[in-house]
Structures are given as C-alpha cells and as structure tokens.
C-alpha cells in the first residue's frame, strides 16, 4: 500500500495537468440538462432548515422577562460568537508608522500603516480635528466594497463629518481593497482576481480548510485598528466608536460581537436577519458567512446584543438589497432586550429613503447619533464635504502595500497548511472513515432510501438502448437523480440478479456527461453486460439550482453552488458531507437490489463525494477517479487555483487530507486518470 505521504508525492508531479483540466471545468460554457425539474430541491431544503433555528431564537428573546435574563441572553450570545470566529490570535506590536500628513482647514489627515499580524500591514488615514481640547471622541471607520478602500466618497463624507464635528477617525482599508490587494499584478495597477468580492473569496474559501476564517481576519483588523486610535493621546477611551456600509456594515457588526471596549456602533446596509438573506436569495462573500453561527442559533442582532445596553443605531436603506424587513424585524427583537436592561433609548432604528449606500440621510443619522451619545457636537447636519484624489490619501508611494516586503493572507494560510501537514499523522482507514464522519457530519447508519421511478422525459441518447430514472430520497427534502442504464425498457425497480454494478458520480450533470464525454460512453460500450448505474448529487443534473439568478451563475464564483457551499458551513453541514451522504445513499441502495460489489467512477467534481463514499463504504471494491484534485495541501498554498467553495471540507487538513484517501482506497484497485487518458 503506498503511504499518504508517496502520493501527496505523486500527486503533486501531476498537479499541472490536474489544474489545467479544473480550469477548462471551471470556464467552460455550461451544459445544462434538457428538463432541470427539482431546481429549488436544495434551496427549500435549506430553508426548512434555518426557519425553526430563527424561530427558535425569536422565542428565546420573547420569553426575556427580567434583567437577568436579558443579561444572560448577552452572556450567552457573546459565547457563541467565540464559538463561531474561534479564538483570536496573540497581540503583537503594532508597530505603527506615519508616513505623511495632509493639512486641511479644520483636521489633518494622517497617512498610516499598522501591523495587525508580524508584517501583515494595515493602511489607514486618521482624521484629527484642529483646535480642539484633547482627548476627543474616537470612531474607527470599516469599507463597503469599494475598489479604493478608504477613499471611497461615501466612507471620505462621514471621515470628514465626524472630524469636522471633534471626533478622531481612523479609517482603513480591508483586506483585497484600496492599498491592500492581495493579489496584484506586477506593475501594482490592478488585482488579477478582482478588487473586494473576488479577492475576498479567492483567498478566504481555503482558510477553511486549515480551520480559519476569513471573516475573523477582518475583524481583527478592526480590533488591532482600534488598539491603535486608543494609542493616541488625542481619543478618550470613554467614547470610541464602530461605523460602516455593506461589507464594512457587516464588519461593524461582527466587531460589536467579538469587542467589548466600543462604546457605540453604528452598522449601515448590513443588518436584517440571515433568514430574509437566504429567502432573497442573496448570496454574502466569505467573511459574511461564520461557520456554524446558524447551528448555533445566532442572528444578525445578536452580534449586536453582545454590546447591550450601550448606544447602538441600526441603519438602514428603503430600496436595499438588504431587506429592510429585516432590519425592522431585529430591531424590535433588540428593544424588548435593550428595554430590559433598562437602556430602552439607546437602541435606534433609521431607514433611509435611498437604494443600497451610505448615503447623506444615513450619515447624518450616525451623526446625531453619535452627538447625542457623546455630546462633543449637537444636530446632525453634514458639514461641508470636499472629496480628495485617491492619491492625496495614499500611504504608500504608488498606493499598494505590496511596494515593501509583507505578507499576504496566502502566506499565512500556507503556512499554517505546511505545519499542519508536517504535524498530522497517517490514519488507519477505521480511524480515517471516523474522521470522515466526524467533519463531513455524516450519519453513524445510512438507511435505504425509499425512491420514486420517475417517467422518462423524452430526448435523451445515452450509450444503451434504455434509459431508467429514479429519485431517492437520501434524507428528508432531498431526492438524489439516479439513472440505469440497460438493455430493456424498465418503469419498475431496477432488475435483479447481478453481484456487480457501476456507479457513476457526475461531475456536472450525468445528463450532459454521459451523452458528450468519450471516454465514458466507451467505458459503457465495453462492460455492457455490467448494470450501469449514474447519479447527480444534490445541487447539480437535474436538481441544478435554478436560484441566484438562475442556473447561468452555478459556475460563477457568486452563484448558487458557492451560495448553498456558504449555507452549509454555517449550519454546520458542509456541502462535500450532504453530497457524500447522497452516494452513500445510492450505494445503500444498490446493495438493497442485490449489487454486492460496486464500481465507483466519478469526474471532476464529482471525485470529491465518491471519494469519501468509497472509503466509508464496504460495498466499493473497484474505484476510477477522472480529473481528481490531488490534495487540499495543494489548494491551500497555490495562489491560483479552481476547485469552488463547494468541494472544500472545513478544518480538513487539522485531520487528514484527499491523499490519505487515495492511500486508503488501494486495497479497493483505485485507478486515477488524467483528462486525456
């Protein structure tokens, strides 16, 4: 048998045709099956899901009746969230530099840089009002999605208005925006991934494969930004401040949840309740989404409730994406908390009459706000706002942190992957089949399924005569498309009377592939007298999502695959687990009918499930696997790769990687190709 260590070996030699073919997966047009009749199958799937946890949770806060019960609902809910962003690295030396200032006739805008890990850097512009008596109000301002971070027009206004009314702002960029491109090309013009969403995702979806998250890493650059404001003189730590729009909206309230010192915080465009975001269909990059926060009953305004009683003022838009429904929704649950611990006014609601943005209303709103709570200033009037050139805020010279030696979220991540290869120990296949039950949330026992025989639908050449479909229920709500392919026309259960069969697992769609790919049709012509049996696991074939704007975005780094991928990690279902137990559904099945002995092949995608399948069960003795991906090592230290959201198991690589499968799958004669083989 070879060792993990022989393959990961000879995977790795293979790497470069394995990538170049998940690429040609991942840009080629998509085939779509000719009737896709269970497109909203996943969809309703998951929301019967998240619906009895939101409404439990609202049951929760109703049933509130005294201060002390509100006061452990904050106890309980500030717990959960160190539950779901896991614990936050050491402190280390800030380092902060200032590399320029710009005068202004009321403030100065100071040009610095931070470190938030060892030469991880943070750029950032602080605004100091003039002829002020120190020390002053301080508020820490978090981005939207804006290409120039920080110099966005929206996030330089309330800068300006804040410093203009005696506050000391620090705004600074996130992580894949402004100066802080992750991935830049080499004369630092542009990203090669694509500013804020695609960077977010491009290096945040593997960090959950080495048990990090991506939303964390955010959020402590907020926490180590306000370390830094409260290094200045000129801020009273009696009165420090969150505010942001969209993804910095987000950021605001994540860090009310995992902060205790703010004193007040301001979220715009960001809270209304994950329920009313998974109905929208809408889907929230990578540090949107905590693994497990649904599982753990949270809401959006819990992150809030983690800083009850102090001021909180919950802005949001008419015409948003971000359902106001939602925000109205939250807000109500949170007074009845707030009016508990006997803060009832220090809870606000404003929805502004604009589509999705921080817009003038909204700031003015966190003006008054702020105002009152702080008294530094009275009204809420916008002062006079003069935009300033991108260049004019830069802090590096040419705008791009990568013109000096520092590290990138990859770097860290490769790292932490290299460790956890080199301290990981081979596992025996009992030991690996439990650790795969264990991440992938697989059931102990897995039933027969009960089935449908679905009638044929009409237009589909495969390479036999006839064609036989069923649907399989593999867990409530969910029906697995399995077709038979074979000599005689059935509209019955499968014949009976052979030991042996095949089981394909579709990459795409079992559909399109068996008709269009050479190599299987062949395979079929030359075992015909084998039964020959095909799948489409959850969310692709037949059950493709017709969600998100439609099965066009299944291949977009934002479309529905990516979206259900997301969902699955925060109800603490990874997606590769619920596509596993499909084929281990199918394969309870296919003994059921007498098939003892079972061939698995499975393409592209596909490889992923009926890899975990195939070690787990006892019915696989013969495995082919197509285009597979070589490791999770590999996804974790490349800077380009392919493989979605969807195929990644979190914290995998804290226990195993894909080469300890492969290793366990020799005994059954594993066979893995290339392309063109």
């Not at 009002?129 to 109000?137: M, V, Y």
């Not at 004019?392 to 932490?416: C, I, N, Y």
């Not at 699955?568 to 296919?590: I, K, N």
């Amino acid at each position: 048998m070879l060792s993990r260590r022989d393959i990961l070996k000879s995977s790795t030699a293979a790497a470069l045709g394995s990538l170049w073919a998940q690429r040609v997966f991942a840009q080629e047009p998509l085939a779509l099956p000719p009737l896709n009749r269970f497109g909203r199958m996943v969809h309703e799937f998951y929301d019967d899901q998240i619906r009895p946890l939101m409404q439990a949770r609202a049951e929760r806060i109703a049933a509130l009746q005294t201060k002390s019960d509100a006061e452990g609902y904050v106890q309980t809910v500030r717990d959960k969230i160190r539950q779901s962003f896991g614990p936050f690295p050491e402190k280390t030396p800030l380092k902060p530099r200032v590399s320029g200032i710009v005068e202004r006739d009321v403030y100065t805008i100071e040009k610095v840089t931070f470190e938030s890990r060892p030469e991880f850097f943070v750029t950032a512009n602080l605004y100091v009002p003039k002829g002020r008596k120190f020390p002053l109000p301080g508020v820490v301002g978090s981005c939207g999605h804006s290409s120039n971070g920080k110099a966005a027009e929206a996030y330089q206004s309330f800068a300006q208005g804040l410093a203009r009314q005696g506050y000391v702002v620090l705004i600074f960029d996130p992580i894949g925006q402004g100066e802080r491109l992750q991935y830049p090309t080499d004369d630092l013009s542009k990203s090669q991934v694509g500013v804020g969403v695609a960077e977010h995702l491009h290096a945040g979806n593997p960090q959950f494969l080495v048990g990090d998250f991506f939303g964390a890493w955010r959020a402590w650059d907020g926490v180590r930004a306000l370390d830094y404001l409260l290094s200045r003189p000129e801020v009273d730590p009696q009165h420090v401040g969150i505010t942001g729009n969209s993804g910095g909206g987000t950021m605001t309230m994540w860090l009310a949840g995992v902060e205790p010192r703010w004193t007040m915080a301001a979220p715009s465009c960001a809270v209304t309740s994950f329920a009313r975001n998974f109905q929208n269909e809408l889907p929230a990059d990578t540090e949107q989404c905590p693994p497990r926060v649904l599982a753990l009953g949270l809401d959006h305004g819990d992150f809030l409730a983690a800083l009850a009683p102090k001021p909180v003022i919950i802005l949001a838009q008419e015409k948003d994406y971000f359902d106001a429904r939602g925000s109205e929704q939250t807000y109500r649950q949170l007074k009845h908390l707030w009016k508990l611990l006997g803060a009832e006014d220090n809870l606000a609601l404003h929805i502004g009459p604009d589509p999705h943005g921080y817009s003038r209303p909204n700031r003015e709103a966190m003006y008054g706000f702020f105002n009152r709570a702080t008294r530094v200033a009275e009204g809420s009037k916008e002062p006079n706002i003069v935009v300033e050139k991108d260049e004019t805020l830069w802090v590096m010279p040419h705008g791009q942190v990568a013109e000096v030696p520092s590290k990138t979220v990859l770097d860290f991540t490769r790292a932490t992957s290299k460790a956890l290869t080199a301290q990981r120990q081979p596992l025996e296949r009992d030991a690996l089949k439990g650790a795969l039950r264990s991440v992938l949330k697989l059931p102990e026992q897995i039933r027969v399924p009960e089935y449908r025989i679905l009638r044929a639908t009409g237009g589909r050449r495969y390479p036999a005569p006839h064609s036989t479909h069923y649907a399989l229920a593999t867990e409530p709500g969910i029906e697995t498309l399995v077709y038979r392919l074979g000599d005689e026309p059935l509209y019955s259960r499968p014949s009976r009377g052979s030991e042996r069969c095949t089981l394909y697992v579709a990459h795409h769609s079992s559909d399109v592939e068996l008709r269009e790919q050479a190599w299987l049709k062949g395979w079929i012509e030359q075992r015909a007298t084998v039964p020959f049996y095909a799948c489409d696991v959850r969310g692709i074939g037949d059950s493709l999502p017709n969600t998100c704007g439609g099965p066009q975005t299944f291949l977009t780094p934002y479309g529905n695959d990516y979206f259900y991928a997301a969902h699955g990690l925060m109800l603490d279902r990874p997606y590769p687990g619920q596509r596993t137990l499909d084929v281990l559904g199918v394969l309870a099945w296919l003994q059921s009918l007498g098939h003892r002995q079972v061939h698995v092949i499975a393409l592209g995608w596909g490889t992923i499930p009926a890899t975990f399948a195939s070690v787990i069960s006892d019915a696989v003795d013969q495995v082919t696997l197509q285009n597979a991906l070589p490791s999770y090592q590999s996804i974790a230290e490349a800077e380009d790769y392919d493989w979605p959201l969807s195929t990644f198991v979190p914290r995998a690589l804290l226990t195993f990687d894909l080469p300890d499968c492969y290793a366990a799958l020799q005994p059954k004669k594993l066979m893995q190709q290339g392309m063109n083989s």
